[in-house]
Each structure stands twice: as C-alpha cells, then as structure tokens.
C-alpha cells in the first residue's frame, strides 16, 4: 500500500483510506502506481492516530558520550531521532538527538556503531559516526533509484550499505547497494518485490529484502553476495512485509507488520526453515531490532506511539514494557541498539 504524506494535512485525510485497505483481509492490497510522485514521501504504515504531544525533554550534553543506547526514529519532514539509555524504564528521556534525518522509516546500527539513516524527503542514507551515540554525520549518499525506506550494512564507512527503497522511480521497489565513496552503484529488483520495507544483510554479505508483490502477497527475496537477480525464498510464512534483522544464532529475524506478529527463519538462502514463532507484538510495528547479546529487542509501535521494549529468544518473546512517545504529530518508526546484534 501507498502512503503518500507531504503534508501533516494529507497525513490525516489518508487516515480513512489506509485503514479501509487493511481492513480486508491478511494480504495487502494493490498499491497505486507512484508515477509523477517520486517527489513525496512514503510512509509505510497505516496510521491510527496521530499523537500530538510534546516531550519537554532536553538533551543532555554531559551525556553525549555514552557508547550504547537506543535510537528511535520518527517519520515526517522535520523530525528527528533520539537516543535513550539501554534502560529506558528508569531513564525514560532521551539524552541527545540526531538532528537533520526527515522522514525516516528503518534506520540502522551498524557493528561500528555508525548510524545509518535512509531519509524520504530528500532520498539519502545519511551515516552518523558511531560508536558514541548520537555522533556527527560522517557520509551523505544520494539514492537515484527510489525512496529510502531502510537499510542495513557491515561498515557503513567503508563497506557496501543495501539500502531498500519502498518504490522505485519506475513504481516498483528495490535494494540500491551503495557506499560512502562511491554513492549508489547498483539497483538489484526483482518481480516479486513491489512495495519493499525492510533489508538484512548477514556477515558474509548476503541479504534479504522483505516485500510485497504488485498483487499484495508478502514475499522474502535473497540476494547471494548481495547481487545479481534474486531468489524468491521458500517456506516463508509472513502474512505482511515489514522490518528484518539478524539474531546471534544467524537466524533471520522478521516482522510481519500489520497483524503483529514476529517470525524466526533458518537459512532463506532461498529455503527457510521456521526457528521460532510466530509471536504475538504487543502493537503494530514495522521495524524492529536487537541488542548485542541477542536477548532484548525493541519494536517502534506506531498502533500507539511508543516502543515496545521484549526479551527475546528463537523459542520465546515476552513483552516487558513501553516508553517513549512520538511528538509534534510525527509518526514513530525505526528503532535500533547501538551496539546491534552480534549476528
């Protein structure tokens, strides 16, 4: 589904739209052709409502040096993403903030610690050297292809960065692999990734990217060495697409996003094997992260405008609790740890 909001008017006018399109059914519908809308941004949620509180939390400037945390991102021109302390229960205000990163889905940590950052507006992927948190922008890599939707990467520095792009400028989405020297030189698509949400990539540089077809369908793409044409993986039980990341046993964690739920694959080179789930989120998500040592994951639940904090595990995902807000009539999205999962 299209989600076209370039404006906090068109944001709430889509409201009706959206939620009658997912209400049909556990597959997605058609979503419109983005021809001659390049320009907009996409958001890849249905949005319930809009919360329109404002934290009168300041960051801390005595703080800015901590080396982990955790990011959460919101959606929409002029937002911004904070950073919060690992144990945001006793410390529920963020202590700094990266400032310049409008319309962000997923975003993304890499083993350095350097934020990766892929933004609608603009259609960039904006690097934020780590480890400390909240660090200065390192790297701003143009995306010919489509819009930005989320990313992932080894060393964002340095290495190759697989950005997905929720639509193409030829409608379709895509995985646009780029680096920080040489900007966005290849576009990897494939029939069976129309709408794109989120992308993995595991040590040995392969990826993923979770998607929908032109008919709705949620699929799971894998890209050897990420290149080439693609493989539609088998066994993939998703009934949406949504946020992907990599667990400390090398299984493909994956959210399935409109109807809450959390899978654990083995392999999906291009065979899957389920490992664990499907659990049960406490809200709806799109994007969801680890920590490093693979037990604690965070989900940004949009449905109400917080993020979700878990224990995790292959066999297991208990709810622990909430925190934090979206403000200012942004919508909160992307969510990571910094230091990511040890993969």
Sequence with gaps: MKRVFSSYAVALAAVVWVLSACAGGTNLSPAPSVAGAESAAVSLIPVRHLDVR??????????????????????????????????????????CTVQGANDSNGIAVDPNGDLIVPTGGPKQVLVFKGPKMC??????????????????????????????????TNAAGSIAVCTRSDGCTTNLTNANMYEVAGVAMARNGDCWASATTSGGTATLTYFKGCAGAGETATGFLNAYYGGLDIDSHGNLVSVSAFDANLYVYKGCDPVCTLAGGPFALHGESVFAHLNRAGTKLVAG???????????????????????????????????????????
């Excluded at 701003?140 to 989320?150: A, C, F, L, Y």
């Design 54 to 95: 404002v934290s009168s939390a300041k960051p801390l400037s005595s703080l800015l040096a901590e080396k982990s945390g955790i990011y959460v991102a919101s959606f929409g021109a002029g937002a911004s993403i904070d950073g919060y302390r690992n144990n945001p229960r006793r410390h529920p205000r963020p202590f």
């Design 135 to 168: 660090g200065p922008l390192d790297g701003t890599i143009d995306d010919p292809w489509g819009q930005p939707s989320d990313a992932a990467s080894n060393d964002a520095l340095h290495g190759p960065i697989a950005v997905a792009n929720v639509f193409d």
């Design 301 to 343: 639940d949009y449905e109400d405008s917080v993020v979700d904090m878990y224990a995790f595990g292959s066999s297991g995902l208990q709810y622990l609790y909430s925190f934090g807000s979206s403000s200012g009539g942004y919508i909160l999205e992307g969510v990571a740890f910094n230091p990511r999962s040890k993969e």
